[in-house]
C-alpha cells in the first residue's frame, strides 16, 4: 500500500469523523428499533424493503446484493432466514436459470408495515428534527452526489467472476 501524497485538513477529517460517527449512532437506534418491532437485522429490513417497494415484490439475488452492498453469500444467508420466517419465497430466475429471484410474501409486507413507523420515529427523532428543512435538502443532496460517485465503480456483488477451468 502507498501512502498518499497529501494529509486531510482539519475540515476535512472532522467532516470524515462526523461522518462515521452519525452513521454508526443513527444505525445503532435503528438496528435496535427493527430488532425489537420487527426482530429484523438491518440487512434484512433493506432486503425486505428493497423488495416491498419494487412494482412486483421481486428482484434477483445480485440486484439485491448491489442495492444493500453485501456480499453474494452473506446475502443468501440473510433470505434463507427470511424465507424460513415466511417473509420471502425464493425461485430460479426465470430470465437465467443460474439466478434466484427473491419475492416478498404478505407477511414479509406485513412486517414492514409493523416496523415502518418506529422506523420512521427514529429517523425523525435523530437524524431529521435537528436539522432546519434547507439543511437535509443539502444533506441529500451532498450524500447524493456521493453516492453517485462512489457507484459509478460496480460494487463487488455484480464484478464479474472468475471462471474455474476444469
Given amino acids: ?3 498518499p501524497d497529501r494529509s486531510l485538513d482539519p475540515t476535512e477529517l472532522g467532516a470524515y469523523f462526523a461522518l462515521i460517527e452519525v452513521s454508526s ?3 445503532h437506534s435503528v438496528e435496535q428499533q427493527l430488532r425489537d418491532a420487527g426482530d429484523l437485522s438491518y440487512v434484512q429490513f433493506q432486503l425486505l424493503a ?3 417497494d ?3 415484490g421481486s428482484r434477483r439475488m445480485t440486484e439485491l446484493a448491489d442495492g444493500v452492498v453485501y456480499s453474494r453469500s452473506g446475502l443468501t444467508y440473510q433470505a434463507q432466514s427470511l424465507e424460513q420466517r415466511g417473509l420471502v419465497t425464493r425461485a430460479p430466475s426465470v430470465d437465467d436459470e443460474r439466478g434466484t429471484t427473491v419475492t416478498i410474501t404478505d407477511q414479509g409486507r406485513g412486517v414492514l408495515a409493523a416496523v415502518f413507523p418506529g422506523h420512521i420515529a427514529v429517523l425523525d427523532e435523530l437524524l431529521f428534527e435537528p436539522l432546519e428543512r434547507a439543511d437535509v435538502e443539502a444533506m441529500a443532496d451532498v450524500l447524493g452526489r456521493l453516492r453517485d ?3 459509478a465503480a460496480p460494487p ?3 464484478a464479474p467472476r472468475r471462471r474455474t477451468s476444469k
Fill in 1 to 3: 500500500m502507498t501512502l
Fill in 25 to 27: 449512532l443513527v444505525r
Fill in 50 to 52: 428493497t423488495l416491498g
Fill in 54 to 56: 419494487s412494482p412486483d
Fill in 149 to 151: 460517485t462512489l457507484r
Fill in 156 to 158: 463487488r456483488s455484480a
